[in-house]
């Protein structure tokens, strides 16, 4: 079974407006964490957000937020007042703290139109 | 800021030739790990290292593969006979403690292409 997936290969979203960018996981241990990273056409990977699994309330950095569904085992990324520098691919990852090995997705490309 | 950085950024080698790829992790951070990103797919976890041995690896990083760090500073990731499969963008990343939020921060990268 995979452990990240990420169902939308591509995504369009208007300049200004906000895009939710969905990913789903699957672990059996009770500690892990998750985090997305942008990797934009210059192939560099950044990192954007972490959401342990014991956190009470969601992570936000700037205009990133992370909606942390455990029941659903969902962590979808909210980029809000989307910015054409946002156009990237963007990658969803788990790690188990039982083991210090990083799971990613197959990741989103997402569009910003002017 | 301090940054990783990985060389060379291109590395075109024949089918069976041996090669190393360097890193230098940002310098007090512990934990180093490789990754290979076939183009246009997903980033794929080969091997963490951590007080001088590896503490997980994947299915992919087989006998082929190894990885050291012959000194304070580099961590390299050596493919003993390199196959056409092997071609892809091979990421080092390295992240300060073994605790969260386990930020990783990534070098830009080394193409390898195998001909």
């Known amino acids: 079974a995979q452990k990240i997936t990420q169902t939308q290969p591509g995504m369009f979203v208007q300049e200004k407006e906000a895009v939710t960018l969905d990913c789903t996981y699957d672990?059996?241990?009770?500690?892990?964490?998750l985090f997305w990273y942008k990797q934009p056409s210059s192939g560099e990977m950044i990192f954007l957000i972490y959401?342990?699994?014991?956190?009470?309330q969601n992570a936000t950095e700037g205009r990133y937020s992370l909606n942390f569904q455990k029941a659903r085992k969902s962590a979808n990324l909210v980029i809000s007042a989307s910015q054409l520098g946002d156009s990237a691919m963007y990658f969803c990852a788990m790690r188990e703290e039982a083991r210090n090995q990083f799971y990613f997705g197959t990741g989103t490309s997402l569009t910003v139109i002017p | 800021e301090p940054e990783v950085t990985q060389t060379p950024s291109h590395q075109v080698t024949q089918m069976g030739q041996e090669v190393i790829l360097r890193c230098v992790p940002i310098s007090n951070h512990l934990y180093f790990y490789w990754y290979r990103q076939i183009l246009g797919q997903k980033v794929e976890f080969l091997v963490s290292f951590y007080n001088n041995e590896i503490s997980e690896k994947s299915e992919i990083f087989d006998d082929q593969f190894s990885v050291e760090r012959p000194d304070g500073s580099n961590f390299t990731l050596k493919i003993r006979s390199t196959k056409l499969e092997d071609s892809a963008m091979y990421f080092c990343a390295s992240t300060r403690r073994g605790a969260p939020p386990y930020e990783q921060y990534f070098g830009p990268g080394t193409r390898l292409t195998v001909t």
């Open positions: 959401q342990g699994s014991y956190d009470q």
């Open positions: 672990t059996s241990d009770p500690s892990y964490g």
